[in-house]
């Protein structure tokens, strides 16, 4: 199976920071690379597909990069609704597998 | 807009079989350019998808389920299921129906997710 390892696993930003958070695979996926957000008690949610394709609704804020083994969800000037937790997802090869999620905290 | 939700049990019991189901609202299970899966999370760790049911009945599971798992999908009633034996406390987890296309990996929508606890 291909292993996904995100960084960092939890962080805490404040409104209006820049939030990075990086997906790692365990061998080239190409660009099959989704990433999603999840907030308590509501259901997963996709925001980037393919590596970089920004999902329809999607705020602007958020964008991804990156291709092979890393990559990248960038948060622009975060939001307090951003509050959520954040999987990578690779689509390369099956089974699908996600990583362990990144927990973000709003001070 | 499609939406899923899941419906079923909250406590199986160990060794019991899990039946879990679907319900699609708002568009057709019933294309052929879609599968419909299911996704899990155990408690205080990452999520893990299980597997897969098209509308030409073929499925796919994950190789760590295969041997005790069925999914299935019903057109008429818009729904698909899912069926977990001899689940143990290994199982407990919140599990999420999702909807992916057939010709890109990723899924959407979700479920907001039904949390099964397996206990005696």
């Known amino acids: 199976d291909i292993q996904m390892t995100q960084s960092p696993s939890s962080l805490s930003a404040s409104v209006g920071d820049r939030v990075t958070i990086t997906c790692r695979a365990s061998?080239?996926?190409?660009?099959?690379l989704n990433w999603y957000q999840h907030k308590p008690g509501e259901a997963p949610k996709l925001l980037i597909w393919?590596?970089?394709n920004l999902q329809s609704g999607v705020p602007s804020r958020f964008s991804g990069s990156g291709s092979g083994t890393d990559f990248t969800l960038t948060i622009r000037s975060l939001k307090p609704e951003d509050l959520a937790t954040y999987y990578c997802?690779?689509?390369?090869?099956?089974?699908?597998?996600f990583g362990q999620g990144t927990k973000l905290q709003i001070k | 807009q499609l939406q899923l939700r899941e419906s079923g049990p909250r406590l199986v019991r160990p060794s019991e079989t899990l039946s879990l189901t679907c319900t699609v609202s708002?568009?057709?299970?019933?294309?052929?350019?879609?599968?419909w899966d299911w996704i899990r999370q155990p408690p205080g760790k990452g999520l893990e998808w299980i597997g897969n049911?098209?509308?030409?009945?073929?499925?796919y599971y994950t190789p760590s389920f295969r041997g005790r798992v069925t999914m299935s999908l019903d057109t008429s009633k818009n729904q698909f299921s899912l069926q977990l034996m001899s689940m143990t406390a290994a199982d407990t987890a919140v599990y999420y129906c999702?909807?992916?296309?057939?010709?890109?990996?990723?899924?959407?929508?979700w479920g907001q997710g039904t949390l099964v606890t397996v206990s005696s």
């Open positions: 999702a909807r992916h296309p057939a010709a890109d990996n990723w899924f959407h929508p």
């Open positions: 708002g568009g057709s299970t019933n294309r052929d350019n879609y599968y």
């Open positions: 049911v098209h509308s030409s009945g073929d499925t």
């Open positions: 061998e080239s996926i190409t660009n099959s």
């Open positions: 393919a590596a970089f």
């Open positions: 997802q690779q689509s390369f090869r099956t089974p699908f597998t």
